[in-house]
């Protein structure tokens, strides 16, 4: 009779939401369950969990203990919840009853063994990268429920009979370095689970919920009777009493002072703002009787007697992001557009068969941990990806996934493969007597700040690549190698030994740089009296630390870096002349078409005569041939891109097409819509939720608008220079570019900027710290005005300085529109609703600006500045990604590298204060909450402020962008000709009556649609910023 205890329910502690309907754990079906649930569906994997020290060595213990020695031979019946409550008080309060080494077992009844054996076997396999719970995030009560689970099977089919009479480990002990056996993993022969229900692609109900459910009832109570600025009620009070002080135009000295924080008890909680920040006019002309200085003085007394609470439910602010059905459905539009089915492969059987994968349902490479599985889309781009390495034609690929699909798992896969072939060929070697392929390690190379997180990730993916940190002087840590001294050609790495094969070294573009690069090639000419000449494409031959041809494969994370191939980092990695390269980026196209020149020597290989013979025949015509022809090879040349895409003669919509061509060669891009059909057409982003993005058009005030017009006069001219290195080259001219910039964000900066270079920054923020900070700034602006200047918007707000709690508050919102907009939506997300929100800035300044605000507003905020130590970092990202009461927004500028970092953890809300110098800067700013991991729908805010600097830099973006634009559009785009002086534009979509309209399977153009390519796209483009 079997136990009644192994039919338990575990629904209620079920982690996965999508796995079809409740099943109860019977000792029939428990089995296909729990390897449902853990991802061990075939049996060689299931029974090599069973018999790995995760499992077996307890089992054995259970067993020997009591199981063994049950007189009346029926197995003992004791609930799962008896056991789990002996669990917690065996382990309250640093008791270790059953988590001790050798515990004292002699007083311990049957319920003690059971509650030891669940214990172990869930620690063991949170513990270690091989077992199933590692980095799953799953509640306690959950593992524990599968741990139960298990052993109710494994009593109920007794596990001693599985395991064998003397359960052990069945982990391998360390391979010889020089040859790894696999064939042990070797599954092909299993068979999947029958039944299993489809993947369900729930991509818009997943989040509908979210949208029609009403929002908590929020109520702001007031527990002190004078001001508290750690009470939410008197922080809300405080921010309003601001904004609507420093809406007004002006301070009438006439009206009597209201002296500190108004009292009022029953007030609305209400938008700072009109009905949308959208259109907002100047409050000087405004008809709404936003603040009434006089009616508040006078009802301020009545109103203190009524309750002390705010009631924020029925006040939702207008500026806060509300997703509808119909924002729902645009977004989901928005995705399929840019859907490109030419940078995609379907294949994903194939692919499993490729990567010797046995389980297609649960994607697990061989050479894998057994906590490690694939999302469903990742086989098909690691396939490709090697078939694109394959190519003797091209030098290397792009894997080009949005922000937040798992490009760093799918590069170590494609390393795991690489070696897993190579691992091969040298035991063939081995058995066949003959020379042993020489190993060349694979170098991966990054931004600083994600050193740790790729070391993180390689360890937990695999134990089969062997890491090498190559990254400042630092000691051993968590187990990697590090190596101490710069590498040269002789070192034991690059002596071909098998053992080089499996190993993963990793450094900085910084690291490569300084130490192989030209800074370190001037550096060596100086000390041996030689000659440095710049101009020189690669290095002397007799430079020590040249490393040409060290590396078969070379991965670059954030791979946008190099789109400058004039630059120290790109001619450093150019240098090591590897055999590919792969450049992992969401944004191929970071700035414009020129980025592809940047890519040229990483991507390409020299022509060969017959290619150039082809290309001058068939001119831009080459770019018509169809995929199976071998000689469209040919676009990816450095002269079929110089000639038809990067010259200026070549419309962006042309470039775009043509770009497409070479791209659906050598590159891999998914969306979050795109789709797999070996999956029931599931679409990658079903997991996912959708981000919101609207755009706050902000408005001067009149006196504000002169001002900033007096003022950014001067930075117009000479805006754009030429470069001093490559006089054929127009530049930004930065100090003109940061000062207009830091204008319209806040006017302040006029008599401030000069203070708040980056060199400076660290010394502001220990000022914040203190708590000072605005008032420094506020007393410097009134000491920096004269009688004799220009009239100025700060000298009517003189008069207020000490006088009330808000003054500093109050100065430091006039002269800016946009924080104006920013600080009521940031008040009730973070005051509100207590959640994060993350603020981006074109220059540091601007984020100490932002800083000394929230600091005022009693907002818990960080600086991310360039200042901060490693560990600094880390422990600032720690802080607000794992704890919920500290650090509720984060304060980052573009330039100060956060790229590849996961912030979504506890953030979902977006603020971008400074508008981008491209949109792929904005996109990658976005891309830190908005990716894989996040739970919630995300919301995102532009502020742009009307006739100012920021129309310009929207406009530039704009061109810049649209070859990009037209290379990523799928759906209803189509480009059946790619010639000089068309369009090209084969398309459902026109503009009517202004707004784009997609044509119905037959329905003509009308004589008002507009239909030309150009307009259509730069409103697509704006429509995809604004999906609210």
């Known amino acids: 009779m079997s136990d009644p205890d192994s039919d338990h329910d575990l629904d209620h502690a079920r982690h996965e939401k999508h796995d079809g309907p409740p099943k109860k754990l019977t000792p029939r079906r428990g089995k296909k369950e729990l390897q449902r649930i853990l991802k061990l569906e075939t049996h060689s994997e299931w029974l090599g969990w069973l018999k790995s020290a995760l499992v077996a060595p307890w089992w054995k213990e259970l067993h020997s203990d009591c199981l063994s020695k049950s007189k009346s031979g029926k197995p003992a019946k004791v609930s799962q919840k008896v056991v789990l409550e002996r669990l917690t008080r065996g382990e309250a309060n640093g008791e270790t009853r059953y988590s001790a080494r050798f515990p004292e077992k002699d007083e311990w009844d049957f319920a003690d063994h059971l509650a030891r054996f669940v214990y172990m076997v869930k620690t063991e396999n949170h513990r270690s990268n091989q077992g199933v719970f590692f980095r799953k995030n799953f509640p306690e009560s959950f593992m524990e429920a599968i741990v139960w689970a298990l052993l109710n099977y494994m009593r109920s089919t007794d596990g001693s009979s599985i395991l064998g009479k003397r359960p052990c480990s069945n982990e391998t002990k360390e391979e010889p370095l020089f040859c790894v056996d696999l064939e042990a993993d070797e599954q092909v022969s299993d068979q999947l689970s029958i039944g299993e229900p489809e993947p369900i692609d729930l991509t818009i109900e997943k989040w509908r919920e979210e949208m029609i459910h009403p929002r908590e009832r929020i109520i702001l109570t007031k527990y002190s009777p004078d001001f508290n600025p750690h009470e939410k009620y008197w922080q809300f009070q405080l921010i309003s009493e601001a904004l609507k002080r420093a809406e007004m135009s002006s301070v009438d000295e006439q009206i009597e002072d209201l002296g500190d924080l108004s009292t009022e008890q029953n007030i609305a909680w209400e938008p700072t703002l009109d009905h949308s920040v959208d259109d907002l006019d100047p409050p000087v002309n405004s008809q709404v009787d936003h603040f009434d200085p006089i009616k508040i003085a006078a009802t301020a007394d009545l109103e ?106 799918v590069a170590i896969a494609v390393m795991l493969k690489i070696w897993e072939d190579y691992n091969q060929s040298v035991k063939k070697a081995m058995s066949e007597g003959k020379e042993l392929p020489p190993g060349k390690p694979f170098l991966v190379v990054m931004p600083p700040s994600l050193i740790m997180q790729w070391c993180a990730e390689i360890t937990r993916v695999t ?8 990254y400042g002087h630092k000691t051993s840590k968590e187990g990697i190698r590090p190596v101490k001294t710069i590498l040269h050609k ?35 000419c100086r000390r041996t009296n030689q000659v440095y000449m710049e101009d020189i ?27 400058n191939s004039d630059t120290s980092q790109s001619r450093a990695v150019h240098w090591l002349k590897a055999n590919f390269y792969l450049l992992l980026t969401a944004t191929p196209i970071y700035n414009s078409r020129e980025d592809v020149r940047g890519y040229i020597p990483l991507l390409f290989r020299p022509p060969s005569q017959g290619d150039m013979h082809t290309l001058k025949k068939l001119g831009r015509d080459i770019f018509k041939l169809p995929p199976e022809d071998p000689a469209r090879n040919v676009c990816c040349t450095k002269r079929a891109v110089e000639e038809y895409i990067l010259d200026n003669k070549v419309t962006p919509v042309a470039a775009g097409e043509r770009l497409r061509v070479i791209f659906g060669q050598i590159m891999v891009r998914r969306t979050l819509s795109s789709r797999m059909e070996s999956f029931g057409s599931r679409m990658i982003g ?66 401030l900027e000069h203070v708040l270079h980056a060199p400076k920054i660290p010394r502001a923020c220990k000022d914040l710290e203190k708590g000072t900070l605005g008032a420094v700034f506020a007393r410097t602006i009134v000491g920096e ?16 300085v000490e006088t009330r709690r808000t003054w ?31 603020v981006w800035t074109q220059f540091p300044a601007e984020q100490i600006y932002v800083a000394a605000v929230l600091k005022e507003a009693n907002i818990d905020a960080e600086v991310f500045h360039a200042g901060l130590t490693r560990d600094e970092r880390m422990n600032l990202v720690e802080r607000f990604t794992q704890k919920h009461d500290e650090c509720m927004v984060l304060i980052c500028a573009y330039n100060v590298n956060a790229a590849g970092m996961n912030l979504q953890n506890l953030c979902r809300n977006v603020h971008i204060l400074s508008m981008g110098l491209s949109k792929s800067v904005v996109n990658q700013a976005i891309g830190r909450v908005s990716r894989l991991g996040q739970e919630r ?35 209803g785009f189509t480009f059946p000709s790619i010639s000089e002086g068309e369009e090209g534009l084969t398309t459902r979509w026109v503009l009517r009556a202004g707004e784009l309209y997609q044509l119905a399977p037959g329905e003509l153009i009308r004589k008002e649609d507009i239909a030309e390519s150009r307009p259509i796209l730069e409103k697509l483009m704006r429509s995809m910023e604004d999906t609210i």
């Open 785 to 800: 005005m004269k009688p004799q200047c220009q009239e100025s918007i700060y000298q009517s707000i003189e008069s207020i």
């Open 937 to 971: 729908m995300a919301f995102v805010y532009e502020y742009r402020l009307r006739s100012s600097f920021d129309e310009d830099l929207v406009s530039r973006s704009e061109r810049k962008a649209l070859p990009g634009l037209v290379a990523d559009l799928g759906e």
């Open 304 to 409: 203190a007697s009524m309750a002390a609470e705010i009631d924020a439910s029925d006040f939702e602010s207008s500026t806060l992001i509300i997703p509808t059905e119909e924002s729902l459905e645009r977004f989901e539009q928005h995705r399929r557009m840019l859907d490109n089915y030419e940078y995609q492969i379907n294949n994903h059987e194939e692919a499993c068969q490729v990567l010797k994968i046995a389980n297609p349902r649960t994607p697990r490479m061989r050479s894998m941990n057994r906590s490690v599985v694939l999302k469903f889309w990742q086989p098909v781009a690691i396939a490709r990806l090697l078939d694109i390495r394959a190519n003797t034609k091209v030098r290397g690929a792009i894997l080009g996934d949005s922000v937040g699909l798992g490009k760093t798992w």
């Open 490 to 524: 002789e070192d034991e790495l690059f002596d071909g030994s098998p053992v080089n094969g499996r190993k993963v070294v990793i450094t900085s573009y910084q690291t490569l740089s300084n130490r192989h690069g030209p800074a370190a090639v001037k550096t060596w």
């Open 463 to 470: 134990d089969k690549l062997q890491l090498v940190l190559y």
């Open 537 to 563: 494409p690669t290095p002397p031959n007799d430079f020590p630390h040249l490393l040409d041809g060290c590396f078969s494969d070379v991965i670059v994370d954030e791979g946008h870096t190099l789109r």
């Open 808 to 838: 500093v508050l109050e100065f430091l919102l006039k002269g800016s529109p946009k924080m104006r907009a920013m600080l009521p939506v940031l008040r009730d997300q973070v005051i509100v609703h207590g959640e994060k929100a993350m």
């Open 686 to 751: 079903s997991d996912i939720p959708p981000t919101h993005r609207r755009v706050c058009t902000a408005v001067y005030s009149r006196k504000e608008h002169d001002m900033y017009t007096r003022l950014s006069a001067i930075h117009h001219d000479g805006l754009f220079m030429e470069d001093p290195r490559d006089p054929t080259k127009i530049v930004w001219n930065m100090g003109k570019l940061r000062k207009l910039c830091l204008l319209t964000s806040w006017l302040g900066f006029h008599y």
